[in-house]
Protein backbone atom coordinates (compact mmCIF):
# COMPACT_ATOMS: atom_id res chain seq x y z
CA UNK A 1 0.00 0.00 0.00
CA UNK A 2 2.29 2.52 1.15
CA UNK A 3 4.55 3.68 -1.50
CA UNK A 4 8.04 4.35 0.09
CA UNK A 5 10.80 5.47 -1.56
CA UNK A 6 12.24 7.99 0.66
CA UNK A 7 15.88 8.55 2.09
CA UNK A 8 17.99 9.12 4.86
CA UNK A 9 18.59 12.77 4.79
CA UNK A 10 22.65 13.37 5.83
CA UNK A 11 23.08 15.80 9.35
CA UNK A 12 22.23 19.44 9.14
CA UNK A 13 20.67 19.41 6.23
CA UNK A 14 20.57 23.10 4.41
CA UNK A 15 18.83 23.22 1.64
CA UNK A 16 15.49 21.82 0.76
CA UNK A 17 16.95 19.72 -1.90
CA UNK A 18 16.97 16.35 -0.07
CA UNK A 19 13.63 17.07 1.21
CA UNK A 20 11.76 13.40 0.61
CA UNK A 21 8.88 12.85 -1.44
CA UNK A 22 5.17 12.64 -0.54
CA UNK A 23 4.33 9.02 0.57
CA UNK A 24 0.98 7.83 -1.23
CA UNK A 25 0.13 5.67 1.25
CA UNK A 26 -3.68 4.66 0.28
CA UNK A 27 -6.85 5.97 -1.91
CA UNK A 28 -7.49 8.87 -3.19
CA UNK A 29 -10.48 10.22 -3.34
CA UNK A 30 -10.59 10.83 -7.49
CA UNK A 31 -14.35 9.33 -7.91
CA UNK A 32 -15.77 12.84 -6.81
CA UNK A 33 -13.53 15.41 -7.48
CA UNK A 34 -14.98 19.27 -7.39
CA UNK A 35 -16.73 20.19 -10.35
CA UNK A 36 -16.51 23.82 -9.14
CA UNK A 37 -12.50 23.44 -8.41
CA UNK A 38 -11.06 26.52 -8.95
CA UNK A 39 -8.69 27.74 -11.55
CA UNK A 40 -5.39 26.68 -9.73
CA UNK A 41 -7.23 23.33 -9.84
CA UNK A 42 -7.65 23.24 -5.86
CA UNK A 43 -10.81 22.43 -4.25
CA UNK A 44 -11.82 25.41 -2.10
CA UNK A 45 -15.48 24.26 -1.37
CA UNK A 46 -17.23 22.28 1.44
CA UNK A 47 -18.39 18.76 -0.50
CA UNK A 48 -18.96 15.22 0.53
CA UNK A 49 -16.11 13.26 0.13
CA UNK A 50 -17.42 9.84 0.47
CA UNK A 51 -14.56 7.35 -0.25
CA UNK A 52 -10.65 7.23 -0.15
CA UNK A 53 -8.37 8.18 2.63
CA UNK A 54 -7.53 11.93 1.34
CA UNK A 55 -8.08 14.18 -1.06
CA UNK A 56 -5.23 16.07 -2.74
CA UNK A 57 -5.25 19.58 -1.93
CA UNK A 58 -3.16 22.61 -2.58
CA UNK A 59 -2.55 24.82 0.31
CA UNK A 60 -3.43 28.71 -0.56
CA UNK A 61 -0.35 30.62 0.56
CA UNK A 62 -0.20 33.41 2.69
CA UNK A 63 0.16 36.65 0.75
CA UNK A 64 3.14 39.02 1.74
CA UNK A 65 4.23 36.41 4.12
CA UNK A 66 7.20 37.08 6.95
CA UNK A 67 8.94 34.63 9.29
CA UNK A 68 8.23 34.74 12.71
CA UNK A 69 9.88 31.56 14.15
CA UNK A 70 10.98 28.11 13.75
CA UNK A 71 12.08 25.19 16.20
CA UNK A 72 15.63 25.08 16.87
CA UNK A 73 14.87 22.16 18.76
CA UNK A 74 13.21 20.13 16.57
CA UNK A 75 15.48 21.05 13.28
CA UNK A 76 18.19 19.78 15.78
CA UNK A 77 16.28 16.62 15.95
CA UNK A 78 15.77 16.30 12.10
CA UNK A 79 18.95 17.41 11.25
CA UNK A 80 18.22 20.44 9.56
CA UNK A 81 20.38 23.77 9.98
CA UNK A 82 18.89 26.47 11.51
CA UNK A 83 19.81 28.42 8.06
CA UNK A 84 17.41 26.42 6.34
CA UNK A 85 14.21 28.23 7.99
CA UNK A 86 15.48 31.23 6.50
CA UNK A 87 16.03 30.32 2.89
CA UNK A 88 13.66 31.09 0.16
CA UNK A 89 12.92 27.89 -0.23
CA UNK A 90 11.86 26.46 2.63
CA UNK A 91 10.09 30.15 3.25
CA UNK A 92 7.98 29.63 0.37
CA UNK A 93 7.17 26.48 1.24
CA UNK A 94 5.97 26.56 4.46
CA UNK A 95 3.87 29.85 3.59
CA UNK A 96 1.69 27.65 1.69
CA UNK A 97 3.52 27.99 -1.45
CA UNK A 98 4.01 25.11 -3.05
CA UNK A 99 4.99 26.28 -6.86
CA UNK A 100 8.48 25.70 -6.61
CA UNK A 101 8.79 22.96 -4.03
CA UNK A 102 12.00 20.82 -5.14
CA UNK A 103 11.61 17.66 -6.55
CA UNK A 104 10.56 14.60 -4.66
CA UNK A 105 8.17 17.15 -3.08
CA UNK A 106 5.13 17.10 -4.83
CA UNK A 107 2.86 20.61 -5.43
CA UNK A 108 0.28 19.70 -3.83
CA UNK A 109 -0.61 18.13 -0.35
CA UNK A 110 -3.78 16.02 1.28
CA UNK A 111 -6.55 16.68 3.42
CA UNK A 112 -8.02 13.50 5.24
CA UNK A 113 -12.12 13.33 6.43
CA UNK A 114 -12.94 12.07 10.17
CA UNK A 115 -15.79 11.38 12.01
CA UNK A 116 -16.73 13.17 15.08
CA UNK A 117 -17.72 11.83 18.30
CA UNK A 118 -17.40 13.71 21.85
CA UNK A 119 -17.40 12.23 24.93
CA UNK A 120 -18.69 8.64 23.02
CA UNK A 121 -21.62 9.46 20.78
CA UNK A 122 -21.32 9.66 17.78
CA UNK A 123 -22.16 12.42 15.38
CA UNK A 124 -23.07 13.49 12.03
CA UNK A 125 -24.61 16.82 11.62
CA UNK A 126 -21.47 19.05 11.97
CA UNK A 127 -21.02 19.39 8.03
CA UNK A 128 -22.99 21.43 6.07
CA UNK A 129 -24.92 18.28 4.74
CA UNK A 130 -25.15 16.79 8.12
CA UNK A 131 -23.55 13.61 6.93
CA UNK A 132 -20.65 14.06 8.16
CA UNK A 133 -19.11 13.35 4.96
CA UNK A 134 -17.89 17.06 4.83
CA UNK A 135 -16.28 17.00 8.20
CA UNK A 136 -12.23 16.31 8.18
CA UNK A 137 -9.38 18.83 8.02
CA UNK A 138 -10.84 22.04 7.17
CA UNK A 139 -7.72 24.31 7.64
CA UNK A 140 -5.16 21.16 7.97
CA UNK A 141 -3.34 20.02 5.32
CA UNK A 142 -0.39 17.39 4.90
CA UNK A 143 2.92 18.40 2.52
CA UNK A 144 5.16 15.82 2.53
CA UNK A 145 6.59 12.98 4.77
CA UNK A 146 10.03 12.39 5.16
CA UNK A 147 12.87 10.05 7.09
CA UNK A 148 15.31 12.29 9.11
CA UNK A 149 17.88 11.05 10.90
CA UNK A 150 16.00 7.19 10.61
CA UNK A 151 12.99 8.88 11.63
CA UNK A 152 9.86 8.93 9.52
CA UNK A 153 7.98 11.90 9.96
CA UNK A 154 4.90 13.83 8.47
CA UNK A 155 4.25 17.45 7.96
CA UNK A 156 1.15 19.86 8.08
CA UNK A 157 0.73 23.30 7.53
CA UNK A 158 -1.96 24.30 9.66
CA UNK A 159 -4.18 27.32 8.32
CA UNK A 160 -3.05 26.85 4.49
CA UNK A 161 -6.18 27.38 3.26
CA UNK A 162 -10.35 25.72 2.57
CA UNK A 163 -10.38 22.26 1.95
CA UNK A 164 -13.27 20.04 0.76
CA UNK A 165 -13.61 20.02 4.94
CA UNK A 166 -13.96 23.42 4.99
CA UNK A 167 -17.59 23.51 6.14
CA UNK A 168 -17.53 26.96 5.03
CA UNK A 169 -15.35 27.95 7.19
CA UNK A 170 -12.08 30.45 5.73
CA UNK A 171 -9.33 27.94 5.89
CA UNK A 172 -7.20 29.91 8.33
CA UNK A 173 -5.54 29.99 11.28
CA UNK A 174 -5.10 33.70 13.46
CA UNK A 175 -1.39 34.54 14.03
CA UNK A 176 -2.77 34.42 18.32
CA UNK A 177 -3.74 30.70 17.81
CA UNK A 178 -1.10 29.86 15.94
CA UNK A 179 1.74 31.65 18.49
CA UNK A 180 0.30 29.57 20.76
CA UNK A 181 -0.18 26.24 18.93
CA UNK A 182 4.05 26.57 17.98
CA UNK A 183 5.01 27.35 21.37
CA UNK A 184 2.89 25.06 23.40
CA UNK A 185 3.45 22.15 20.93
CA UNK A 186 7.40 22.67 21.99
CA UNK A 187 6.63 23.22 25.21
CA UNK A 188 4.82 20.24 26.14
CA UNK A 189 8.00 18.17 24.13
CA UNK A 190 10.31 20.18 26.77
CA UNK A 191 7.98 18.68 29.39
CA UNK A 192 8.42 15.43 28.50
CA UNK A 193 4.86 15.00 26.98
CA UNK A 194 4.19 13.00 23.54
CA UNK A 195 2.78 15.82 21.52
CA UNK A 196 2.82 16.75 17.84
CA UNK A 197 5.93 19.25 17.17
CA UNK A 198 6.25 22.42 15.91
CA UNK A 199 8.56 23.43 12.67
CA UNK A 200 7.77 26.71 11.51
CA UNK A 201 5.36 29.89 11.60
CA UNK A 202 4.90 32.40 8.95
CA UNK A 203 2.68 35.63 8.87
CA UNK A 204 1.30 37.08 6.80
CA UNK A 205 1.46 41.40 6.68
CA UNK A 206 -1.50 41.66 4.17
CA UNK A 207 -4.48 39.53 5.03
CA UNK A 208 -6.44 39.37 7.94
CA UNK A 209 -9.65 37.65 9.09
CA UNK A 210 -11.59 38.48 11.96
CA UNK A 211 -12.60 36.25 14.57
CA UNK A 212 -14.71 36.63 17.54
CA UNK A 213 -13.23 38.11 20.94
CA UNK A 214 -13.51 39.81 24.16
CA UNK A 215 -13.00 43.75 24.57
CA UNK A 216 -9.47 44.60 26.54
CA UNK A 217 -10.30 43.61 30.34
CA UNK A 218 -13.46 42.11 29.80
CA UNK A 219 -14.96 39.31 32.29
CA UNK A 220 -17.67 38.32 29.95
CA UNK A 221 -17.76 34.73 29.19
CA UNK A 222 -18.64 35.17 25.59
CA UNK A 223 -16.98 37.34 23.80
CA UNK A 224 -18.23 40.64 22.68
CA UNK A 225 -16.88 41.89 19.32
CA UNK A 226 -15.09 40.36 16.14
CA UNK A 227 -11.68 41.59 16.19
CA UNK A 228 -9.63 40.94 12.67
CA UNK A 229 -5.85 39.49 13.21
CA UNK A 230 -3.46 38.71 10.89
CA UNK A 231 -3.39 35.33 9.20
CA UNK A 232 -0.58 32.39 9.88
CA UNK A 233 0.66 29.06 8.79
CA UNK A 234 2.30 26.88 11.40
CA UNK A 235 3.39 23.57 10.23
CA UNK A 236 3.56 20.97 12.91
CA UNK A 237 5.16 17.54 12.40
CA UNK A 238 4.18 14.29 13.82
CA UNK A 239 4.85 10.33 12.91
CA UNK A 240 1.74 10.65 11.15
CA UNK A 241 -2.07 12.44 12.06
CA UNK A 242 -4.12 10.07 11.83
CA UNK A 243 -6.58 10.32 14.66
CA UNK A 244 -9.02 8.46 16.10
CA UNK A 245 -11.93 9.94 14.58
CA UNK A 246 -10.13 9.08 11.51
CA UNK A 247 -10.74 5.35 11.97
CA UNK A 248 -14.54 5.95 13.46
CA UNK A 249 -15.44 7.64 9.71
CA UNK A 250 -14.00 4.39 8.11
CA UNK A 251 -15.74 1.97 10.74
CA UNK A 252 -18.84 3.58 10.57
CA UNK A 253 -18.84 3.25 6.77
CA UNK A 254 -17.63 -0.02 7.03
CA UNK A 255 -20.16 -0.92 9.73
CA UNK A 256 -23.25 0.35 7.11
CA UNK A 257 -21.48 -1.18 3.97
CA UNK A 258 -21.43 2.22 3.04
CA UNK A 259 -19.59 1.30 -0.37
CA UNK A 260 -17.78 -1.83 -1.46
CA UNK A 261 -14.76 -0.69 -0.65
CA UNK A 262 -15.64 0.40 3.17
CA UNK A 263 -14.10 -2.58 5.03
CA UNK A 264 -10.82 -2.68 3.22
CA UNK A 265 -10.48 0.97 3.31
CA UNK A 266 -10.73 0.58 7.13
CA UNK A 267 -8.22 -2.16 6.92
CA UNK A 268 -5.77 -0.08 4.87
CA UNK A 269 -6.00 2.57 7.42
CA UNK A 270 -5.49 0.62 10.63
CA UNK A 271 -2.18 -0.56 8.68
CA UNK A 272 -1.04 2.45 7.63
CA UNK A 273 -1.71 3.56 11.91
CA UNK A 274 0.51 0.53 12.88
CA UNK A 275 3.14 1.15 9.69
CA UNK A 276 3.42 4.85 11.26
CA UNK A 277 3.52 4.82 14.40
CA UNK A 278 3.61 1.41 16.37
CA UNK A 279 6.09 -0.11 13.96
CA UNK A 280 8.82 -2.21 15.99
CA UNK A 281 6.64 -2.47 18.62
CA UNK A 282 4.02 -4.49 17.19
CA UNK A 283 4.80 -8.24 15.42
CA UNK A 284 4.35 -7.96 11.79
CA UNK A 285 4.77 -11.61 11.87
CA UNK A 286 1.63 -12.09 13.47
CA UNK A 287 -2.48 -12.91 11.99
CA UNK A 288 -3.61 -9.29 11.10
CA UNK A 289 -6.05 -10.12 13.96
CA UNK A 290 -3.59 -10.69 16.69
CA UNK A 291 -1.53 -7.54 15.46
CA UNK A 292 -4.95 -6.03 15.80
CA UNK A 293 -4.90 -6.86 19.99
CA UNK A 294 -1.53 -5.41 20.31
CA UNK A 295 -2.41 -2.57 18.65
CA UNK A 296 -5.06 -2.39 21.25
CA UNK A 297 -2.90 -2.86 23.87
CA UNK A 298 -0.12 -0.21 23.00
CA UNK A 299 -2.91 2.20 22.41
CA UNK A 300 -4.19 1.53 25.84
CA UNK A 301 -1.00 2.09 27.67
CA UNK A 302 0.15 5.29 25.63
CA UNK A 303 -3.25 6.99 25.98
CA UNK A 304 -3.43 6.00 29.74
CA UNK A 305 0.28 7.25 30.38
CA UNK A 306 -0.06 10.47 28.01
CA UNK A 307 -3.47 11.45 30.77
CA UNK A 308 -1.34 11.00 33.59
CA UNK A 309 0.83 13.07 32.13
CA UNK A 310 -1.12 16.14 31.59
CA UNK A 311 -2.73 15.83 35.01
CA UNK A 312 1.17 15.88 36.48
CA UNK A 313 2.03 19.18 34.42
CA UNK A 314 -1.50 21.10 34.76
CA UNK A 315 -2.45 20.57 31.31
CA UNK A 316 -5.90 19.88 30.11
CA UNK A 317 -7.04 19.75 26.67
CA UNK A 318 -10.33 21.00 26.47
CA UNK A 319 -12.39 19.04 23.83
CA UNK A 320 -10.52 15.92 24.16
CA UNK A 321 -13.29 14.19 21.36
CA UNK A 322 -12.54 11.51 18.99
CA UNK A 323 -11.19 14.11 15.87
CA UNK A 324 -8.27 16.03 18.82
CA UNK A 325 -7.09 11.98 20.11
CA UNK A 326 -4.55 10.72 17.78
CA UNK A 327 -3.64 7.35 17.31
CA UNK A 328 -0.42 7.66 18.30
CA UNK A 329 -1.32 8.20 21.49
CA UNK A 330 0.06 11.73 21.38
CA UNK A 331 -0.96 15.48 22.20
CA UNK A 332 -2.94 17.45 19.43
CA UNK A 333 -4.84 20.20 18.63
CA UNK A 334 -3.89 23.02 20.83
CA UNK A 335 -6.86 25.18 20.53
CA UNK A 336 -9.23 25.47 23.09
CA UNK A 337 -6.15 24.14 26.10
CA UNK A 338 -4.86 25.62 28.72
CA UNK A 339 -2.55 24.77 31.77
CA UNK A 340 -4.13 25.08 35.17
CA UNK A 341 -2.52 27.82 37.31
CA UNK A 342 -5.30 27.77 40.77
CA UNK A 343 -5.94 24.22 41.21
CA UNK A 344 -9.32 23.34 40.11
CA UNK A 345 -10.86 19.45 39.66
CA UNK A 346 -12.97 21.05 37.09
CA UNK A 347 -10.27 23.50 35.33
CA UNK A 348 -11.69 24.23 31.89
CA UNK A 349 -10.24 27.07 29.93
CA UNK A 350 -12.66 26.59 26.64
CA UNK A 351 -16.08 27.70 27.35
CA UNK A 352 -17.35 25.50 24.66
CA UNK A 353 -15.55 22.67 26.29
CA UNK A 354 -17.91 21.70 29.07
CA UNK A 355 -17.49 19.70 32.32
CA UNK A 356 -16.82 16.18 30.63
CA UNK A 357 -13.61 17.66 29.26
CA UNK A 358 -11.86 19.64 32.72
CA UNK A 359 -8.68 18.72 33.85
CA UNK A 360 -9.21 15.59 36.60
CA UNK A 361 -11.53 14.51 34.49
CA UNK A 362 -9.33 13.73 31.07
CA UNK A 363 -8.68 10.30 32.41
CA UNK A 364 -12.90 9.45 31.46
CA UNK A 365 -12.71 11.68 28.78
CA UNK A 366 -9.88 9.49 27.11
CA UNK A 367 -11.69 6.33 28.30
CA UNK A 368 -14.50 7.45 25.80
CA UNK A 369 -12.09 7.49 23.41
CA UNK A 370 -10.54 4.23 23.62
CA UNK A 371 -13.79 2.66 23.68
CA UNK A 372 -14.37 4.60 20.07
CA UNK A 373 -11.17 3.63 18.88
CA UNK A 374 -12.10 -0.38 19.84
CA UNK A 375 -15.20 0.14 18.19
CA UNK A 376 -13.61 1.31 15.16
CA UNK A 377 -11.39 -1.88 14.58
CA UNK A 378 -14.57 -4.36 15.50
CA UNK A 379 -15.47 -4.53 11.97
CA UNK A 380 -12.45 -5.97 11.43
CA UNK A 381 -12.72 -9.05 13.89
CA UNK A 382 -16.70 -9.88 12.93
CA UNK A 383 -15.19 -13.45 11.90
CA UNK A 384 -12.57 -13.81 14.69
CA UNK A 385 -14.99 -14.25 17.86
CA UNK A 386 -12.03 -14.68 20.15
CA UNK A 387 -10.22 -11.84 19.46
CA UNK A 388 -13.65 -9.76 19.24
CA UNK A 389 -13.66 -10.67 23.00
CA UNK A 390 -10.32 -10.19 23.67
CA UNK A 391 -10.27 -6.62 22.42
CA UNK A 392 -13.17 -6.06 24.76
CA UNK A 393 -11.71 -6.84 27.61
CA UNK A 394 -8.57 -4.93 26.69
CA UNK A 395 -11.43 -2.21 26.25
CA UNK A 396 -12.67 -2.77 29.64
CA UNK A 397 -9.61 -2.72 31.08
CA UNK A 398 -8.85 1.01 30.32
CA UNK A 399 -10.09 2.55 33.49
CA UNK A 400 -7.89 0.44 35.96
CA UNK A 401 -5.00 1.02 33.71
CA UNK A 402 -5.68 4.46 33.68
CA UNK A 403 -6.28 4.49 37.45
CA UNK A 404 -2.80 2.75 37.90
CA UNK A 405 -0.94 5.61 35.67
CA UNK A 406 -2.58 8.29 37.89
CA UNK A 407 -1.65 6.96 40.99
CA UNK A 408 1.78 6.53 39.86
CA UNK A 409 1.75 9.84 38.48
CA UNK A 410 0.83 11.29 41.86
CA UNK A 411 3.32 9.08 43.62
CA UNK A 412 5.80 10.40 41.46
CA UNK A 413 4.87 13.73 41.86
CA UNK A 414 5.22 13.41 45.53
CA UNK A 415 8.19 11.63 46.08
CA UNK A 416 6.59 8.31 47.34
CA UNK A 417 7.71 4.88 46.64
CA UNK A 418 3.86 4.01 46.70
CA UNK A 419 0.57 5.61 45.73
CA UNK A 420 -1.04 6.59 49.51
CA UNK A 421 -4.28 7.16 48.29
CA UNK A 422 -5.21 9.29 52.01
CA UNK A 423 -1.80 11.60 51.62
CA UNK A 424 -3.02 12.35 48.07
CA UNK A 425 -6.79 13.12 48.42
CA UNK A 426 -5.98 15.04 51.93
CA UNK A 427 -3.57 16.87 49.95
CA UNK A 428 -5.69 17.90 46.93
CA UNK A 429 -8.86 19.00 49.52
CA UNK A 430 -6.21 21.49 51.08
CA UNK A 431 -4.66 22.62 47.55
CA UNK A 432 -8.07 23.75 47.00
CA UNK A 433 -9.21 24.91 50.35
CA UNK A 434 -6.25 27.59 50.47
CA UNK A 435 -6.35 28.31 46.36
CA UNK A 436 -2.83 26.76 45.45
CA UNK A 437 -1.33 27.39 42.18
CA UNK A 438 -1.08 23.41 41.22
CA UNK A 439 2.93 23.91 39.16
CA UNK A 440 4.25 26.23 41.93
CA UNK A 441 2.80 23.89 44.59
CA UNK A 442 4.18 20.98 43.65
CA UNK A 443 7.43 23.00 42.96
CA UNK A 444 8.03 24.69 46.45
CA UNK A 445 6.80 20.93 47.46
CA UNK A 446 10.11 19.48 45.58
CA UNK A 447 12.48 21.74 47.87
CA UNK A 448 10.99 19.22 51.01
CA UNK A 449 10.01 21.93 53.32
CA UNK A 450 9.86 21.34 57.02
CA UNK A 451 7.93 24.19 57.90
CA UNK A 452 4.26 24.61 56.26
CA UNK A 453 5.03 28.52 55.78
CA UNK A 454 7.49 27.71 53.21
CA UNK A 455 4.47 26.60 50.64
CA UNK A 456 2.74 29.59 51.33
CA UNK A 457 4.37 31.45 48.46
CA UNK A 458 1.86 29.58 46.00
CA UNK A 459 -1.46 30.14 47.70
CA UNK A 460 -3.64 32.73 46.27
CA UNK A 461 -5.19 33.44 49.71
CA UNK A 462 -3.57 33.94 53.20
CA UNK A 463 -4.76 30.45 54.74
CA UNK A 464 -5.75 31.20 58.23
CA UNK A 465 -4.44 29.55 61.59
CA UNK A 466 -6.55 26.48 60.97
CA UNK A 467 -5.43 25.71 57.57
CA UNK A 468 -1.64 26.18 58.45
CA UNK A 469 -2.22 23.48 61.22
CA UNK A 470 -4.09 21.34 58.75
CA UNK A 471 -0.94 22.11 56.36
CA UNK A 472 1.34 21.03 59.07
CA UNK A 473 -0.31 17.79 59.60
CA UNK A 474 -0.48 17.10 55.97
CA UNK A 475 3.35 18.10 55.79
CA UNK A 476 4.23 15.84 59.11
CA UNK A 477 2.74 13.19 57.54
CA UNK A 478 4.16 13.18 54.03
CA UNK A 479 7.82 13.86 55.69
CA UNK A 480 7.36 10.32 57.21
CA UNK A 481 6.24 8.59 54.10
CA UNK A 482 9.07 9.94 51.97
CA UNK A 483 11.17 9.04 54.59
CA UNK A 484 12.24 12.86 54.68
CA UNK A 485 14.84 12.47 57.44
CA UNK A 486 17.36 10.47 55.81
CA UNK A 487 16.46 11.00 52.09
CA UNK A 488 15.69 14.45 51.61
CA UNK A 489 18.21 15.72 48.98
CA UNK A 490 17.69 12.03 46.61
CA UNK A 491 13.58 12.62 47.19
CA UNK A 492 13.80 16.46 46.52
CA UNK A 493 16.01 16.01 42.88
CA UNK A 494 13.74 12.94 42.00
CA UNK A 495 10.89 15.50 42.43
CA UNK A 496 12.09 18.08 40.54
CA UNK A 497 12.46 16.11 37.56
CA UNK A 498 8.94 15.56 37.80
CA UNK A 499 7.33 18.83 39.39
CA UNK A 500 8.63 21.31 36.59
CA UNK A 501 9.61 24.85 37.76
CA UNK A 502 8.42 26.94 34.11
CA UNK A 503 5.10 25.81 32.87
CA UNK A 504 2.89 27.68 30.59
CA UNK A 505 1.24 30.82 32.15
CA UNK A 506 -1.67 31.98 29.53
CA UNK A 507 -0.99 35.82 30.76
CA UNK A 508 2.37 35.58 29.75
CA UNK A 509 1.62 34.33 26.54
CA UNK A 510 -0.56 37.25 25.82
CA UNK A 511 1.91 39.73 25.30
CA UNK A 512 3.49 37.46 22.74
CA UNK A 513 0.72 37.06 20.65
CA UNK A 514 -0.09 40.96 21.18
CA UNK A 515 3.64 41.85 20.23
CA UNK A 516 3.78 39.39 17.42
CA UNK A 517 0.61 40.86 15.86
CA UNK A 518 2.76 44.71 15.98
CA UNK A 519 5.51 42.31 14.01
CA UNK A 520 7.75 41.93 17.39
CA UNK A 521 8.29 38.24 17.73
CA UNK A 522 11.30 39.04 20.42
CA UNK A 523 8.75 37.40 23.06
CA UNK A 524 8.20 34.58 21.13
CA UNK A 525 12.05 33.82 21.24
CA UNK A 526 12.36 34.53 24.64
CA UNK A 527 9.37 32.37 25.83
CA UNK A 528 10.63 29.48 23.92
CA UNK A 529 14.05 29.75 25.51
CA UNK A 530 12.21 29.84 29.21
CA UNK A 531 10.02 27.13 28.01
CA UNK A 532 12.37 24.64 26.57
CA UNK A 533 13.66 24.10 30.03
CA UNK A 534 10.95 23.59 32.11
CA UNK A 535 13.08 21.35 34.98
CA UNK A 536 15.86 23.63 35.20
CA UNK A 537 16.53 26.88 37.27
CA UNK A 538 17.15 29.42 35.32
CA UNK A 539 18.34 33.04 35.86
CA UNK A 540 16.65 34.87 38.84
CA UNK A 541 15.78 37.55 36.18
CA UNK A 542 13.97 35.10 34.64
CA UNK A 543 12.33 33.46 37.81
CA UNK A 544 11.25 36.96 39.00
CA UNK A 545 9.15 37.32 35.14
CA UNK A 546 8.06 33.79 34.87
CA UNK A 547 7.53 32.12 37.83
CA UNK A 548 4.82 33.86 39.71
CA UNK A 549 1.43 33.74 40.79
CA UNK A 550 -1.58 34.86 38.41
CA UNK A 551 -2.13 38.72 39.08
CA UNK A 552 -5.19 39.16 40.41
CA UNK A 553 -6.53 40.98 37.28
CA UNK A 554 -6.17 38.43 34.92
CA UNK A 555 -8.53 35.93 36.98
CA UNK A 556 -12.03 35.69 34.74
CA UNK A 557 -10.43 38.14 32.02
CA UNK A 558 -11.93 36.83 28.80
CA UNK A 559 -9.04 35.75 26.23
CA UNK A 560 -6.80 35.13 29.18
CA UNK A 561 -8.59 32.92 32.20
CA UNK A 562 -11.20 31.63 29.51
CA UNK A 563 -11.89 31.74 25.61
CA UNK A 564 -14.32 30.87 23.46
CA UNK A 565 -12.73 31.10 20.03
CA UNK A 566 -9.49 28.62 19.99
CA UNK A 567 -8.89 29.24 16.13
N1 LIG B 1 -11.21 28.57 9.95
C1 LIG B 1 -11.51 27.32 9.61
N2 LIG B 1 -11.72 26.99 8.33
C2 LIG B 1 -12.04 25.74 7.97
N3 LIG B 1 -12.17 24.72 8.84
C3 LIG B 1 -11.97 24.99 10.14
C4 LIG B 1 -11.63 26.29 10.59
N4 LIG B 1 -11.49 26.24 11.94
C5 LIG B 1 -11.73 24.96 12.30
N5 LIG B 1 -12.01 24.21 11.23
C6 LIG B 1 -12.32 22.77 11.23
O1 LIG B 1 -13.30 22.54 12.22
C7 LIG B 1 -13.06 21.32 12.91
C8 LIG B 1 -13.05 21.55 14.38
O2 LIG B 1 -12.04 22.49 14.70
P1 LIG B 1 -10.95 22.31 15.82
O3 LIG B 1 -10.84 23.62 16.47
O4 LIG B 1 -11.11 21.06 16.58
O5 LIG B 1 -9.69 21.95 14.97
P2 LIG B 1 -8.51 22.80 14.49
O6 LIG B 1 -7.96 23.59 15.61
O7 LIG B 1 -8.79 23.53 13.24
O8 LIG B 1 -7.60 21.70 13.99
P3 LIG B 1 -6.78 20.45 14.47
O9 LIG B 1 -7.69 19.51 15.22
O10 LIG B 1 -6.40 19.97 13.12
O11 LIG B 1 -5.65 20.98 15.27
C9 LIG B 1 -11.78 20.77 12.36
O12 LIG B 1 -12.12 19.75 11.48
C10 LIG B 1 -11.14 21.94 11.65
O13 LIG B 1 -10.37 21.55 10.54
MG1 LIG C 1 -9.38 19.78 16.19
Not at 80 to 86: E, I, S, T
Not at 394 to 411: C, D, P, Q, T, Y
Not at 419 to 428: M, T
Not at 540 to 555: A, I, S, T
Request: with cysteine; glycine share 8%; aromatic share 12%.
Amino acid sequence: MAHDNSSDLNPKVTTMKGFAKLADYSLVDSLNADPESDSDGNEHHPRQVFSGHYVPVKPTPLPGFEYVAHSNTLFEELGLDDALALTETFQEVFSGDLLNAPAPMLKSGWATGYALSIYGTEYTQQCPFRTGNGYGDGRAMSIFEGVFKGKRWEMQLKGGGRTPYCRGGDGRAVLRSSVREFLAQEAMHALGIPTSRSLSLFVSKTEQVHRPWYHEGSQSTDPEIMVSNPVAISTRVAPSFIRVGQLELFARRARTNEHPNALKELEMIVQHLIDREYKGEIDLALSFSKQLIQLAELFRERLSSLVANWIRVGYCQGNFNGDNCPAGGYTLDYGPFGFCEMFDPTFQPWTGGGRHFSFLNQPLAAQQNFSMFCKSLEPLLQDEPKAHEELLQIRNGFIHMMELKVESMWALKLGLAQYDSELVLQLLKLMVSTRADFNMFFRELSHVPKDASALCSTFYIEPTEEQLTQWQHWLNQWRIAINADEQQDSVSKAMKQVNPKYTWREWLIVPAYQQAEQGNYALIKELQKVLNNPYQEQSQEVEDKYYRLRPEEFYRMGGVSHYSCSS
